[in-house]
């Protein structure tokens, strides 16, 4: 069975920092999968934020170049993701995720949206004061 458990969500102040990590058990990372991170606010469609593929491209969503940075421990299986010069719209859900496919188009993640092999943790909150 595929598990993602994310930490390190809270509340920080903008212009703060936190990093979240992801425990992925089940699934190594050898076995040619992309990883990724999303987020989610109500009422809006769930966001790509970084995602790293199978041969090591990285790819981040315009709203977060320069200031988040996605990286992965392939021996303890852990994924994080280290957020610098949060802002207020930063605030959000954030989930970890094992995909199938994930690139970009230069602005957006893209990934396989109805792939039922894509595999997503519960997700941590990310509130930013302003």
């Known amino acids: 069975e595929v598990q993602l458990v994310e930490s390190g969500g809270g509340l920080v102040q903008a212009g703060g920092s936190l990093r979240l990590s992801c425990a992925v058990s089940?699934?190594?990372?050898?076995?040619?999968?992309?990883i990724g991170w999303f987020r989610k606010v109500p009422g809006k469609e769930r966001e790509g934020v970084s995602c790293i593929d199978s041969e090591g491209m990285r790819y981040s969503a315009d709203s977060v170049k320069g200031r988040f940075t996605m990286s992965s421990d392939n021996v303890k299986n852990m994924i994080y993701l280290r957020m610098n010069r949060l802002k207020p719209e930063d605030t959000a859900v954030y989930y970890c995720?094992?995909?199938?496919?994930?690139?970009?188009?230069?602005?957006?993640?893209?990934?396989?949206?109805?792939?039922?092999?894509?595999?997503w943790g519960k997700g941590t909150l990310v509130t930013v004061s302003s």
């Open positions: 995720a094992v995909l199938v496919y994930c690139s970009s188009d230069g602005a957006q993640i893209i990934y396989d949206t109805d792939s039922d092999m894509n595999y």
């Open positions: 089940g699934v190594t990372f050898d076995d040619g999968y992309d």
